[in-house]
């Protein structure tokens, strides 16, 4: 069956010189962007996680199947018990699951199985992949690019966050499945990470780190 289409709408052709200004901008800010692991209590409105929520819905993502869900939560108790649930995989990781070679990596990163941010910043959104989306007369149906689709939401839901003046942490904790149970949600959902989202604490640090330059990272074929 031909899906019914429809005129391209929104876009627009834009002169050079401002698409390179726009594309100069959009990088400088995101340069601004990094990964905070003292947060602040503040709260923060829910209307605005719901807007960069409905951001990362725009991802591209296999025939359209939207595989994703992104559970946003704000409860103390639950955090706690989302806390508690991933320190103790911490603890395995760090306590020897992990390789002296995988530890070496991070130690410049100066992280461990401590991980308090998980209850103290206001929101934790956990997002799930769905393997096959369950419909209510019970059949399966599949999802495709399951990975790749909920990585591009994520990354724009990431981007969407800092856009709006919040600071992210990703987290994940492996294995991960405790959040199935933590959550309730259902067997077809596998989780993807755990999204800290609020405010850097006052006098919040972070690692001094460089990111590789273009040689590094892309290969142009002209």
Not at 99 to 112: K, P, Q, V
Not at 125 to 130: L, Q, S, T, Y
Not at 159 to 182: Q, Y
């Amino acid at each position: 069956m031909t899906a019914h289409m429809i005129p391209l709408p929104g876009w627009r052709e834009r002169p050079v010189e401002e698409m390179r200004a726009r594309a100069q901008a959009f990088l400088e800010h995101m340069r601004t962007r990094r990964t905070v692991r003292d947060f602040s209590n503040r709260e923060v409105p829910r209307d605005i996680l719901e807007r960069c929520i409905l951001t990362a819905g725009t991802a591209p993502n296999g025939a359209n199947r939207q595989p994703w869900r992104f559970v946003v939560v704000g409860d103390p108790d639950l955090k706690r018990r989302i806390r508690e649930e991933a320190e103790k995989e911490e603890q395995a990781f760090y306590g020897g699951r992990a390789s002296d070679e995988w530890l070496a990596a991070l130690e410049h990163l100066g992280t461990d199985e401590h991980k308090p941010f998980l209850e103290k910043a206001p929101w934790l959104i956990v997002v799930f992949g769905e393997s096959y989306e369950l419909r209510p007369d019970g059949q399966k149906l599949k999802n495709y690019y399951v990975t790749e689709s909920v990585g591009i939401a994520t990354g724009m839901l990431i981007a969407a966050l800092h856009n709006a003046g919040l600071a992210t942490l990703t987290h994940t904790p492996s294995p991960m499945r405790f959040l199935n149970e933590v959550l309730h949600r259902p067997e077809n959902e596998r989780p993807f990470l755990i999204l800290v989202v609020g405010y850097p604490a006052e006098g919040a640090t972070v690692p001094k780190i460089a990111k590789k330059g273009l040689d590094d990272i892309a290969v142009f074929l002209e």
